[in-house]
């Protein structure tokens, strides 16, 4: 193929540049902004313009960014400009909810716009490239990282990668819009399957479920142009990601066609020695390079390690130039390789405009609040009524909103749920309650009013290095929602979490429980929004709830047993001291509203294969106001060559309805949808029934079932 202009442009510089350049520009380097890894030492200004370092991460502000590219650009001997990074999860200034939050709206029209408006805040700052989507799929609420991700099915968590990159980049593959910044599909590779939900521990899994549940947000997000891509941290049968080269090179580049950059995690490939596959820099530089991984993030491996390597012949010069290239073509596709010696490097910045924003954070907050219990239409609290009683760490706190990698979140206010209910329901008297418990109680007896728990996780426990072995409510917390039981009045739990908790006990005492994750910084407001129901709960969950920590992992796709759950029969599926099923399904989400959702027909005709199958649901409400409601459509393939899980999620819509009104929602299936990978990838489904199930949740009681027979001819029975 002949070279355009732009690869003229980057073979001439490749020509131009020395070896310890080239490998200056594999080399990604922290700014002390935001501690992300353990410190690296140096002067990055001295690092910058001796051209040890092609990219710096969680530097921010724009000023210094632009002093800094400035620097690269002139006072470096061939003035390549810096790609700047940071981990703009889920918001740069404005925050929006966590990602696993974002997840439970079910709304890849949302994904994206919260995507699209980081972006616009982070480039506005000159940073161009995110580390984000995280795509692990993950089963396991031990693991603190569960919070970063689209939750535990690869179906969704494939939307939510297209819906990601789309946010982030734009839908271009050649080049940057303006206002908008690169993405990072992480962490390739498993990492959401670590054993005993334990952060950084080896993963051991089948190639199945690598290929069916982990693998396909990530091919997701490259068909969807990702411009970067994360190997995990972890090894997978013995071999970590950064080194695993049939993964990267083969299977993501190879197979999948991936032609953007890999960029090691923080540290990653110096922990190749860790790992015990490497001995020492020079062979894990070698080790990574050759797996295909472009840039070491903090890693001193390729400074350190690539020269030795390249001495001792374990790593070659081609592979440096090849590397190097892609590394070059990815500066080019971010118009960096563009701009003329006047410029500082920094992209002209579009407008940002916080409110807007903001109202957009506080819409993907409501969105994402999961009702899970609202007996006796505890709520929404009425605007007016007896006085509402805030107890708990949260009902005054403004940092936990956030979660984990809230980016430059705490710099803006967030405010309290306490101002927040004050400004909602200006007829009701909202106070705080002071401690009760262990002696502690109101100054005179409540006679009247409504608790509202204020209880949850902090965002320190969720994240990186936050797994936990018991993911239950903190015990102080567990006593408190104990003493207010006492006080005789109705609770409403509001709960902070950056996953599923364990805590029936707390659950069973209130009469409501809004789980409102990590909501971001327009959190309180959000959570006023559906308390007093100006905002109908619409979350839905995107992990199953695990009734017991027993239980996990808890999931809806899971496969069958050859002695499935019998009641009454001992030599079936069970456990004997708990639930065998988890206490809020996949999907699982109150409204406050009521609905009805009936398969009312599948198209029936030639299954050609190459067709679709369309499935109609009627989705009626029959609750006494308007509300939300989302359908989830399964699928279930009955005999294949092998089992395959009892349900896969192929679809979801989300229907407003006023009071008593009735829609028909059109799923569309094709043969895609039932492909096996069975035992060998990419086949066909042999022909045969197929089960085709709808309904609110992943609760196969809730769901309406339909048998279709897939073969030369598809019929209805
Ligand atoms: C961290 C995380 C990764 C993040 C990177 C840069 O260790 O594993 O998700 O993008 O370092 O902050």
């Not at 700014?31 to 353990?38: I, R």
């Not at 409501?366 to 239409?377: E, I, P, T, Y």
């Amino acid at each position: 193929m002949g070279r355009n202009k732009g690869d003229s442009r980057v073979e001439r510089l490749l020509d131009a540049m020395t070896l310890a350049e080239k490998i200056g520009q594999l080399t990604m380097t922290a700014a002390p902004d935001l501690a992300t890894g353990p410190a690296g030492a140096g002067n990055l200004a001295d690092d910058v313009r001796a051209g040890r370092v092609g990219h710096v991460l969680n530097l921010t502000g724009r000023s210094r960014i632009a002093a800094l590219q400035r620097l690269a650009r002139h006072e470096t001997r061939l003035g390549i400009p810096l790609v700047f990074g940071l981990d703009v999860l889920h918001g740069y200034r404005t925050i929006f909810p966590i990602p696993l939050a974002e997840a439970a709206s079910c709304d890849p029209g949302l994904w994206e716009r919260t995507a699209r408006a980081a972006a616009a805040d982070a480039s506005s700052d000159g940073v161009m490239l995110t580390f984000a989507p995280m795509l692990d799929v993950c089963r396991d609420p031990r693991w603190g990282r569960i919070a970063e991700g689209p939750g535990e099915d690869p179906w969704l968590a494939s939307l939510f990668a297209r819906a990601k990159v789309r946010g982030f980049q734009g839908r271009r593959a050649d080049r940057l819009p303006r206002g908008r910044i690169a993405a990072t599909a992480k962490h390739v590779g498993a990492y959401g399957a670590v054993t005993a939900g334990l952060d950084y521990a080896a993963v051991d899994i089948s190639e199945r479920q690598l290929r069916e549940v982990h693998l396909p947000a990530f091919r997701a997000a490259v068909e969807e142009g990702v411009a970067a891509i994360m190997p995990a941290f972890v090894a997978m049968a013995g071999l970590p990601a950064t080194a695993n080269r049939a993964l990267l090179q083969d299977e993501i580049r190879g197979r999948w066609g991936f032609d953007g950059v890999i960029i090691s995690d923080y540290h990653a490939i110096a922990e190749l020695m860790a790992h015990g596959v490497a001995s020492d820099l020079a062979e894990a530089a070698a080790l990574a390079l050759g797996a295909g991984v472009d840039i070491d993030m903090m890693g001193r491996a390729f400074p350190q390690g690539l020269p030795v390597a390249l001495e001792r012949g374990l790593a070659t010069g081609e592979q440096v130039d090849i590397a190097v290239r892609r590394v070059l073509r990815f500066k080019e596709r971010l118009g960096l390789l563009d701009q003329g010696p006047a410029d500082d490097g920094v992209r002209p910045a579009r407008p940002v405009r916080p409110g807007r924003t903001r109202a957009l954070s506080r819409l993907a907050a409501s969105r994402s609040m999961v009702l899970l219990k609202n007996d006796k239409g505890a709520l929404p609290l009425s605007p007016s009524g007896p006085p509402v009683y805030l107890l708990g760490p949260h009902a005054e706190d403004d940092g936990d909103q956030l979660g984990p990698w809230a980016g430059l979140g705490h710099k803006d206010p967030v405010g309290t749920v306490l101002s927040a209910l004050r400004r909602m329901l200006p007829h009701r008297v909202v106070e705080r309650l002071p401690a009760i418990g262990r002696g502690a109680r109101p100054a005179s007896p409540l006679r009247a009013g409504v608790i509202v728990l204020c209880l949850g996780e902090t965002a320190d426990m969720s994240g990186e290095a936050a797994s936990r072995a018991e993911p239950v409510l903190p015990l102080v917390q567990a006593r408190l929602a104990r003493s207010a039981a006492a006080l005789g009045l109705p609770m409403i739990l509001v709960l902070w979490a950056g996953r599923p908790l364990v805590m029936n006990e707390t659950l069973d005492r209130v009469d409501a429980a809004l789980l409102a994750w990590f909501p971001g910084s327009e959190g309180p407001a959000a959570i006023a929004d559906v308390l007093a129901g100006r905002c109908d709960p619409s979350g839905r969950l995107p992990v199953s709830w695990p009734a017991s920590i027993g239980q996990i992992p808890s999931y809806f796709g899971r496969e069958p047993s050859g002695r499935p759950f019998e009641p009454g029969d001992r030599y079936t599926l069970h456990y004997i001291d708990a639930p065998s099923t988890p206490l809020f399904p996949f999907g699982h989400g109150l409204s406050y509203a009521a609905f009805d959702m009936t398969i009312r027909a599948v198209a029936a005709g030639r299954w050609t294969g190459t067709g679709t199958l369309r499935v109609d649901v009627q989705v009626t409400n029959r609750g006494s106001r308007r509300g939300v409601g989302t359908v989830f459509l399964f699928v279930r393939d009955v005999v294949d060559r092998v089992s395959r899980p009892l349900l896969e999620l192929r679809g979801l819509e989300k229907v407003t309805l006023a009071a008593g009104e009735a829609r028909i929602v059109r799923f569309r299936l094709s043969a895609a949808d039932f492909a096996s990978l069975g035992l060998e990838p990419g086949t066909a489904p042999a022909p045969g029934e197929v089960e085709i199930l709808a309904g609110p949740s992943a609760d196969r009681a809730l769901l309406d079932r339909r048998v279709v027979v897939l073969g030369p001819c598809l019929a209805t029975r």
